[in-house]
């Protein structure tokens, strides 16, 4: 029924993921944890999915002394991100859907 | 969220971005503390110039430009350096706030430099700048009352055409009041609302 829409944006926890890092282009893992108030296991997961599909990259860091993993957006995690929307409000039949 | 990955309608979708990127904006929001902080200075600064000018009668009123500079300047880097141990990760949103507020500053200097030098009154053109950066804070963070508070400092800025340097003081507080302290409150607000 929802054949057009990318499947992999189709998961609540991996659209509110990549939702964020619409806005905020980069985000460490505590962040989006508590951001999406998913558990660290199903995040890990899907950050994963997400690393596979080449929307985001995962850069792992210290700070302090303290081991930091930090999600950013790719360019084709836009590109998608922005298809996925734009598909929604053709699904929903106007252009002021998203606002 | 949830533990399973679960799948979603196009409305469940819309929902899920429309909350989550209201969410990620928010968290861009927490900056009334420099707004607080500058506009009672500002405003302090313009009451004691316009004092100290009309009042006293003191030609050397401009020094307590200084000393909003003193206390401002170490507060607010001592803030910076505190809330930054906090943030993991600056973002691209916040890195280019920043920005645009360095620029300001630079471009403030420069153009207080160039008054001085020509002897002409800096409150115009630093009102002007004021203006710019607060509208550019607000579309960055999506907040409108920054964006009524840019309008307000470029009028006030307008205003300086017919009034005195001693007016344009006065105009001055109320472009600040209405330009950082308003807004600045609202943001707190905002915030605040957001943590209960």
């Known amino acids: 029924m929802y054949k057009e829409l990318n499947p992999i944006l189709l ?89 | 969220m949830q533990e399973e990955e679960k799948v979603l309608n196009p409305q469940e979708s819309l929902r899920v971005i429309r909350e989550t990127i209201d969410l990620a904006k ?22 004691a110039h316009y004092y100290v000018l009309t009042v006293l009668q003191e030609p050397k009123a401009a020094l307590v430009w200084l000393g909003m500079i003193v206390i401002g300047l170490p507060a607010a880097l001592l803030y910076e350096r505190r809330h930054e141990r906090k943030r993991a990760v600056p973002n691209q949103v916040g890195k280019w706030y920043g920005r645009v507020w360095l620029g300001f500053g630079i471009s403030m200097f420069v153009a207080i430099f160039l008054c001085m030098a020509n002897g002409l009154s800096p409150i115009p053109f630093i009102l002007v700048l004021v203006g710019f950066a607060i509208f550019v804070s607000g579309s960055l963070l999506h907040f409108k009352p920054l964006l009524l508070g840019a309008a307000a400092a470029w009028a006030a800025a307008a205003s300086c055409a017919f009034l005195t340097m001693n007016e344009q003081l006065l105009a001055m507080s109320i472009a600040m009041v209405l330009g950082y302290l308003l807004p600045g409150y609202l943001l707190n607000a905002k915030v605040a609302a957001r943590h209960v």
């Open chain 2, 26 to 47: 928010n968290s861009l929001r927490e900056n009334g503390f420099h707004f607080l902080l500058w506009g009672w200075l500002v405003v302090a600064a313009c009451i």
């Open chain 1, 11 to 99: 998961s609540q926890l991996r659209l509110a993921i990549m939702s964020y890092l619409m806005v905020v282009q980069e985000a460490d893992f505590n962040t989006l944890k508590a951001k999406t108030d998913a558990s660290s296991g199903n995040l890990s997961i899907q950050i994963a999915k997400l690393q596979e599909s080449g929307y985001v990259e995962v850069i792992k860091t210290y700070k302090n002394n303290y081991p930091l993993t930090v999600c950013k957006i790719t360019a084709d995690g836009t590109e998608a991100f922005e298809a996925f929307y734009r598909a929604l409000k053709e699904y929903f039949g106007g252009p002021d859907t998203g606002k």
